[in-house]
């Protein structure tokens, strides 16, 4: 199993969610599309020859976001990625990926 956690504006997070769900992220038994998101503020600047979907070049911006947190298996990891990338309105996606490691029961 893999985490994916992704970085997206408030206003894109559902859909972000749901194609991330849709693409086979979130299975935890009997159900589909579970995620755990938590809001805060991201910080960035974009450099020259950015092309920033919030923001202008050399200037502070400050975005209220969305942190989401899926569970994924691995041949489902490729899958996910694409479909956030395809939906996410950022020039550079944020992502995070992690290996889990399985607990004995």
Not at 16 to 37: E, I, K, P, Q
Request: charged share 25%.
């Amino acid at each position: 199993m893999f985490k994916i956690i992704t970085f997206v504006p408030v206003t894109d997070a559902e859909k972000v969610r749901m194609a991330m769900g849709d693409a086979g992220a979130g299975v935890l038994g009997n159900y589909t599309h579970a995620s755990f998101s938590t809001k805060g503020v991201g910080r960035f600047i974009p450099s020259e020859g950015a092309h920033p979907t919030i923001g202008q070049v050399g200037k502070l911006e400050e975005v209220e976001e969305e942190r989401i947190e899926v569970i994924c298996e691995k041949e489902n990891v490729t899958a996910v990625v694409t479909a956030i990338k395809k939906v996410h309105p950022y020039e550079e996606v944020p992502l995070e990926i992690y290996n889990l490691v399985e607990v004995p029961r």
